[in-house]
Nanobody, 126 residues
């Protein structure tokens, strides 16, 4: 079991920045990929960014590339999402997710992740 708790959401003006954090506990030594997803009202949950827990390789959705940065702190078992140049389209509930093993299912798909946090709201006002 892995428990994930997000923090850092809030209200920000367009063009501003926010930093989200996800604290992991439990079987953190077995984590393979940590990802961030988001879900806006009436829309499906979509991939934002991910990284491999061991090697730190990073992956981004095209919509956030160059604006968002995902990083990890293995000593603290945290993964962060630094969001810059925020736009109203970034408004959503942001979720942290973890998968414990490699599979043929793409890391961009929500079904590839077994453990999820409760989500944190990010609202960007225009």
């Amino acid at each position: 079991q892995v428990q994930l708790v997000e923090s850092g959401g809030g209200l920000v003006q367009a063009g501003g920045s926010l930093s989200l954090s996800c604290a992991a506990s439990g079987r953190t030594g077995s984590m393979y990929v940590l990802g961030w997803f988001r879900q806006a009202p009436g829309k499906e949950r979509e991939f934002v960014a991910a990284l491999t827990w061991s090697g730190g390789s990073t992956f981004y959705a095209d919509s956030v590339k160059g604006r968002f940065t995902i990083s990890r702190n293995r000593a603290k078992n945290t993964v962060s999402l630094e969001m810059n140049s925020l736009m109203s389209e970034d408004t959503a509930v942001y979720y942290c997710a973890a998968r414990l093993r490699a599979s043929t299912t793409s890391y961009t798909r929500a079904v590839a992740y077994r453990y999820w946090g409760q989500g944190t709201q990010v609202t960007v006002s225009s």
